[in-house]
């Protein structure tokens, strides 16, 4: 069986594309990292690492300090993500009304645990500290849309809307 170096790095040079057009836009420079990232997250849904050793390479950075920018905040995110994003809030409120039953019935539901996405990229699970709707305690966001008063019996009608 013969190299498939050449044929790699094409696949790499192809999937790369979009990153060279985002950084046509900026100065390679150091103070341009973060807004570089977030553009890269908005092409690409998350921080793929042959991205993020590329955006080094290219503003002259270690790979380790481009990493060590994208982990620090917790707007990037180096796994792909669900199109669907399920925020459980754990707050106060939310604690003492049953928001571990909730996140407890939407992880059955999915099949995964908080912090994780489902391997169709629907959905994405994590809890939150506080969402900010505590009179609607217990209360999930999902994107844009707030869910409040919930039980773990209407978890499964209210996931059936983003499906």
Do not use: W
């Not at 928001?99 to 939150?128: H, P, Q, R």
């Not at 217990?138 to 994107?143: D, E, F, L, S």
């Amino acid at each position: 069986m013969g190299c498939q170096c050449g044929k790699q790095e094409e696949n790499l040079n192809k999937y790369l594309e979009p990153l060279f057009k985002i950084l046509d836009g900026y100065a390679k420079e150091e103070k341009n990292l973060i807004p570089i990232l977030q553009d890269v997250q908005d092409e690409y849904d998350y921080l793929p690492e042959p991205v993020l050793k590329e955006v080094a390479t290219e503003i002259g950075l270690s790979a380790s300090q481009v990493y060590g920018v994208a982990t620090f905040y917790s707007q990037f995110h180096l796994e792909p993500r669900g199109d669907n994003i399920i925020r459980v809030c754990m707050g106060t409120a939310c604690h003492v009304r049953g928001a571990e039953n909730i996140l407890n019935k939407i992880e059955e539901e999915l099949e995964i645990e908080e912090g994780e996405t489902t391997e169709n990229l629907e959905f994405t699970l994590e809890s939150v500290a506080c969402i900010g709707a505590c009179g609607l305690a217990p209360v999930i966001m999902i994107n844009d849309d707030t869910h409040g008063r919930l039980t773990p019996d209407r978890v499964p009608e209210v996931l059936a809307q983003y499906q």
